[in-house]
């Protein structure tokens, strides 16, 4: 009987989840004038209890965006502004040493750093050098900070969004590419079109300001979060996954010609287990109780896309990461 009342009320889960996803959209379209696949896609990446990168040039309001999503979801919003002098201290928090007043005695007390907060925007983590970024790196892995030999759990749920400006890359530390696949998500934001930019300058440049209304709390999300943990998947959607990611590793059997010559390195597991996933956020969010193929080729890109280091033979002849996503999603229907 119990087993029922779960799956009874993890339909109802399902259903308010889709709702409060809609609400969610019209909450954040106050502020941010399209970008739907991107909102779509961090939601996925929170409810997943993943991280994501987010790519894209200067001035398309990726900390307005992030900061609006934090509101609507009531959480805690920090900024890091990521440069080269930064330290590891500086994101995670520092040991201080504290006099009593009244007994004189000496004592260290901890101060909490900015990455104590449930959304945590690092902007441009490729201006920092490597020591840093593995500060920030190592709390999204084991979601609590080292100091002084005493760990601080970070608070519930943690959600990291890194950002990387593709243009200027003198003086900037790329991330290796171990450290990338940390991410479940690469999102790249485009330019707004013609009538967007309209929009958004007529929006921007008078006085009103939208306010923005909660939809869901920490506790909720939590909630939503080990819902998208019990959603059911078929194994021939599993399979369908594993099946993409093995693709793309040049070394491996069933790898096709073109594989061989535009790959250095593939895909690893990690891949395999985020398309799973997001395919079972992305099916809660749209009210369908298990996910199916079309939910794992629509997280393809995102996952696989900082995944894939291609080689010199697809930089000369200039063929991205997403175009060889695209043309084995075309491939394997």
Known sequence: MAHTDKHAGDAEGVRQ???????????????????DPVIEHLVIALLSRGHCLLVGVPGLAKTLLIKTLAQALDLRFSRIQFTPDLMPSDITGTEIIEENVSTRAKAFRFVRGPVFANIVLADEINRTPPKTQAALLEAMQEHHVT????????????????????IEQEGTYPLPEAQLDRFMLNLWLDYPSHAEEVQIV???????????????????IIGFQDLVRRVPVADNVVEYAVQLAHRTRPQAGGAPASIRNWIRWGAGPRASQYMVLGAKARAILHGRHTPDIDDIRAMAAPVLRHRLVTSFNADAEGVTAIQIVEKLLAEQP
Do not use: C, W
């Open 17 to 35: 989840l889709a709702t409060a996803y809609a609400d969610l959209k019209n909450e954040i379209a106050k502020v941010i004038v399209g970008q």
């Open 147 to 166: 100091a002084a030999g005493e760990t601080h759990l970070l608070d519930e749920p943690f959600f990291v969004l890194a950002t990387q400006n593709p």
């Open 202 to 220: 007529k929006a921007t440049t008078s006085m009103y300001a939208a306010t923005v209304q909660r939809v869901l709390d920490a506790e909720d």
